[in-house]
């Protein structure tokens, strides 16, 4: 537990103050995927007892093809904090990142708890609103370079995000184009249905995974359903912006 704890101490000062770090696996190779979650509830629990609040969570690696790639069977999950959400159309601090990238996803506002295996059906009921939404993605290792163990100990590379316009939770989002632009130029062209298949499901797996640690989704919680497209390395002076299909755009640009 002692090695848990200074792994965990480690993770968050590198998010603390934007410092790449070394791969935790490279001097810890024996770390395993539950190994990681403790470390990166500790790491949060850090945030916390600084003054942050609960927000929610977010899924990773929640593209088939990317499971395939990397070697896991589900997604993997972090936390989110209220100092983590940034205001949309704000100025987004690039000097409080590492290698920060933004990719669009679905966000969820739950207005009842999710526990456990719940249906599709189930996740929809407990569901405020939803909303359109750019997360911004960082990874604290040097070189950008780590294995799932060190993801998922670094909050699963979750740092911020900006939401949009909330909708109806009646809002079809199953397969939804979606328009990532770098200065109005497209980079990215995707759909929800990247989201495994439908980002309900992501919202049906989150309520799984995370009750495994003994936590579970509260209302109030926003969802962070996963990547629809890949992510775009972000750089000073650029405008982002992300166009859904019937739900508007969430933007921002990159300062210093």
Do not use: C
Request: aromatic share 6%; glycine share 8%.
């Amino acid at each position: 537990m002692s090695l848990i704890t200074d792994l965990a101490l480690f993770v968050d000062n590198a998010a603390r103050t934007a410092t790449a770090i070394p791969q935790l696996t490279d001097s810890n190779p024996n770390i395993t995927m539950d190994d990681a979650y403790a470390i990166q509830a500790l790491s949060i629990a850090q945030r916390r007892a600084r003054g942050e609040t609960r927000a929610g969570y977010k899924m990773g690696l929640t593209s088939r093809a990317k499971m395939v790639q990397v070697g896991v069977d589900e997604p993997i999950w972090g936390r989110l904090t209220n100092q983590m959400r940034e205001v949309e159309g704000a100025v987004l601090s690039k000097k409080k990142y590492v290698h920060p990238r933004a990719e669009p996803e679905v966000a969820y506002l739950l207005k009842r708890p999710l526990e456990g295996k719940v249906s599709a059906l189930e996740a929809l009921d407990a569901i405020e609103a939803i909303a359109p939404a750019i997360e911004i993605i960082d990874s604290r290792y040097a070189n950008f370079k780590f294995a799932l163990p060190d993801v998922i100990a670094d909050n699963s590379s979750s740092s911020g995000f900006y939401i949009g316009n909330w909708h109806s939770k009646d809002t079809d989002v199953s397969n939804l184009g979606i328009l990532l632009e770098v200065n109005g130029r497209a980079v990215q062209i995707g759909s929800t249905a990247a989201i495994l298949g439908n980002p309900i499901r992501s919202l049906v797996m989150a309520a799984e995974m995370v009750s495994r640690s003994g936590e579970r989704l509260e209302a109030g919680d926003i969802i962070l359903a996963g990547g629809a497209t890949a992510a775009h390395a972000l750089s000073v002076g650029e405008h982002i912006r992300a166009t859904f299909e019937k739900m508007g755009q969430v933007e921002f640009v990159v300062g210093e």
